[in-house]
């Protein structure tokens, strides 16, 4: 389904965002910035940080510093929350403040310049017709699905992986033939995942800042890891 190439892009693109016995996935996207589970990311604010997670999410408004490590082609790197989505467990990383990080920043900074970032999907896709997708797995295997929107009024996909998806998973990116993200695997039971739509489609009030046309980002929660289904 992809290409050597494609897949190559995407394996050099995903991270593992650990801490302990943590270890889930992410991928470099547009603008420098990482894409996974909220999830992923508040587990590792809860064990690292001796303050309860309320207070350190609250601290982060006001700017405290605070270093997620990730593992990637260039090893051990350090990066900050830009964004966290629990209701709908997505989270955006980013570079940290090079003013107080600059070691660590400057590492980031070259990774992303070494990688190519995976673009998103902006295609509206047909009613009733599943389109063949695939996802890269935290043990660096593809399983390949298909995926299916409902209709004109539902912005969610069904999702079909007749291998399932084994946990461990959370945060990979699930990919089109043309090697763009149309989706993030959340979860390997329950699973969340979401869709990129028009702007038109509206979404929260934060969006992903790359060199490409913005998106905004509309989400939803897929029922079944066999057959799941998407929902706004």
Same mark, same amino acid.
Request: glycine letters at 10%; a negative charge.
């Given at each position: 389904?992809?290409?050597?190439?494609?897949?190559?892009?995407?394996?050099?693109?995903?991270?593992?965002?650990?801490?302990?016995?943590?270890?889930?996935?992410?991928?470099?996207?547009?603008?420098?910035?990482?894409?996974?589970?909220?999830?992923?990311?508040?587990?590792?604010?809860?064990?690292?940080?001796?303050?309860?997670?309320?207070?350190?999410?609250?601290?982060?408004? %006001?700017?405290?510093?605070?270093?997620?490590?990730?593992? +990637? $082609?260039? !090893?051990?790197?350090?990066?900050? &929350?830009?964004? =966290? *989505?629990?209701?709908?467990?997505?989270?955006?990383?980013?570079?940290?403040?090079?003013?107080?990080?600059?070691?660590?920043?400057?590492?980031?900074?070259?990774?992303c310049e070494a990688v190519a970032p995976v673009p998103l999907c902006y295609d509206q896709f047909p009613f009733m017709t599943p389109i063949p997708v695939a996802v890269y797995t935290?043990?660096?295997?593809? %399983?390949?699905?298909?995926?299916?929107?409902?209709?004109? +009024? $539902?912005? !969610?996909?069904?999702?079909?992986? &007749?291998?399932? =998806? *084994?946990?461990?998973?959370?945060?990979s990116p699930i990919v089109t033939t043309q090697g763009t993200i149309t989706g993030l695997n959340l979860s390997s039971k329950l699973s969340f995942a979401l869709s990129w739509g028009?702007?038109?489609?509206?979404?929260?009030?934060?969006?992903?800042?790359?060199?490409?046309?913005?998106?905004?980002?509309?989400?939803?929660?897929?029922?079944?890891?066999?057959?799941?289904?998407?929902?706004?």
């Amino acid at each position: 389904m992809l290409s050597d190439i494609q897949r190559h892009i995407v394996e050099n693109a995903c991270v593992t965002v650990h801490y302990g016995d943590c270890r889930e996935q992410g991928v470099l996207v547009g603008g420098q910035l990482i894409l996974t589970a909220a999830h992923n990311v508040l587990y590792v604010l809860e064990q690292k940080y001796d303050a309860p997670l309320a207070s350190t999410l609250v601290g982060m408004a %006001l700017d405290d510093h605070v270093v997620v490590e990730i593992e +990637t $082609t260039h !090893g051990l790197l350090h990066v900050k &929350p830009v964004a =966290i *989505e629990p209701a709908t467990d997505i989270a955006v990383l980013g570079a940290l403040d090079d003013q107080v990080f600059f070691k660590k920043w400057e590492a980031y900074e070259t990774w992303c310049e070494a990688v190519a970032p995976v673009p998103l999907c902006y295609d509206q896709f047909p009613f009733m017709t599943p389109i063949p997708v695939a996802v890269y797995t935290h043990r660096g295997t593809w %399983l390949e699905g298909t995926a299916q929107q409902g209709g004109p +009024t $539902t912005y !969610g996909f069904w999702i079909t992986m &007749p291998e399932g =998806i *084994e946990g461990g998973t959370s945060g990979s990116p699930i990919v089109t033939t043309q090697g763009t993200i149309t989706g993030l695997n959340l979860s390997s039971k329950l699973s969340f995942a979401l869709s990129w739509g028009p702007l038109q489609r509206g979404g929260p009030p934060w969006h992903i800042s790359t060199r490409e046309p913005v998106p905004m980002l509309s989400f939803g929660i897929a029922h079944r890891s066999q057959c799941q289904r998407w929902k706004r």
